[in-house]
T-cell receptor, first 112, second 108 residues
Framework: DAGVTQSPTHLIKTRGQQVTLRCSPKSGHDTVSWYQQALGQGPQFIFQYYEEEERQRGNFPDRFSGHQFPNYSSELNVNALLLGDSALYLC???????????FGPGTRLTVL | KNEVEQSPQNLTAQEGEFITINCSYSVGISALHWLQQHPGGGIVSLFMLSSGKKKHGRLIATINIQEKHSSLHITASHPRDSAVYICAVRSDGQKLVFGQGTRLTINP
C-alpha cells in the first residue's frame, strides 16, 4: 500500500515565478492538508481540501491556492514567488477531516 | 506566545537513557499528535491522543487535558531515535497547530 507521495522532491525557482506542487494521498484517504515548514521551524497549516473544496485555510495570502481532483489527489500552486516562500512543503492525507494525518516526504522549494 | 510550546528545544542523551519531551498548549483541543521528523524532512505520525495514555513499543505518550500538557517518553533510548519530535494540536476545526519541535540526539 503506497503511502502519501509528493512530487517533485526538490524544486528551484526564481522570484516572481509560479510553482505547482503535487500530492497523492494514501489509498483510502479523501482529505488532503498542505503545510509549509521553514528551516528550523514547525510546519504551518496552509489549507485543507475535502470533497474537492477548500474547507479551512491558514494565514497565507491568496498567492497560495490549491485544488483537489476527483481521485483525491491535490495540487498546491504558489504565484509570484518570494524569497520567503523557500521552505519544505508537506502534504498530509487522512480519511475524513478529523482522523489521523499521514505525511508525505515533502517538496523542498528554493526561491532564488 | 505560541499556542503550542515544547521543551526542551534540544536534548542530547546517552544510549539507554529514559527520555521525556514536554508539550504545553494554550487552546482547547480535540486531539494532540506526536510526530517524528528525520533529516530530509519526512514526518511520521507516532501518536494521536485525546485523553489518557498510549504506548507503542518503547514510546509512551500521555496527555492531561485539564493541565493542557502532554509528554512523550522514550524508554531504553537508541541512536536511531535521534530525530526532531513535534507536538501538534487540533483546535480550530481541522487544522493542526505545531510546536517548534525538540531535536533529540542519542549518542552511542
Amino acid at each position: 500500500d503506497a503511502g502519501v507521495t509528493q512530487s517533485p522532491t526538490h524544486l528551484i525557482k526564481t522570484r516572481g515565478q509560479q510553482v505547482t506542487l503535487r500530492c497523492s494521498p494514501k489509498s483510502g484517504h479523501d482529505t488532503v492538508s498542505w503545510y509549509q515548514q521553514a528551516l528550523g521551524q514547525g510546519p504551518q497549516f496552509i489549507f485543507q481540501y475535502y470533497e474537492e473544496e477548500e474547507r479551512q485555510r491558514g494565514n497565507f495570502p491568496d498567492r497560495f491556492s490549491g485544488h483537489q481532483f476527483p481521485n483525491y489527489s491535490s495540487e498546491l500552486n504558489v504565484n509570484a514567488l518570494l524569497l520567503g516562500d523557500s521552505a519544505l512543503y508537506l502534504c498530509a492525507s487522512s480519511w475524513d477531516r478529523y482522523n489521523e494525518q499521514f505525511f508525505g516526504p515533502g517538496t523542498r522549494l528554493t526561491v532564488l | 506566545k505560541n499556542e503550542v510550546e515544547q521543551s526542551p528545544q534540544n536534548l542530547t542523551a546517552q544510549e539507554g537513557e529514559f527520555i521525556t519531551i514536554n508539550c504545553s498548549y494554550s487552546v482547547g483541543i480535540s486531539a494532540l499528535h506526536w510526530l517524528q521528523q528525520h533529516p530530509g524532512g519526512g514526518i511520521v505520525s507516532l501518536f494521536m491522543l485525546s485523553s489518557g495514555k498510549k504506548k507503542h513499543g518503547r514510546l509512551i505518550a500521555t496527555i492531561n487535558i485539564q493541565e493542557k500538557h502532554s509528554s512523550l517518553h522514550i524508554t531504553a533510548s537508541h541512536p536511531r531515535d535521534s530525530a526532531v519530535y513535534i507536538c501538534a494540536v487540533r483546535s480550530d476545526g481541522q487544522k493542526l497547530v505545531f510546536g517548534q519541535g525538540t531535536r533529540l540526539t542519542i549518542n552511542p
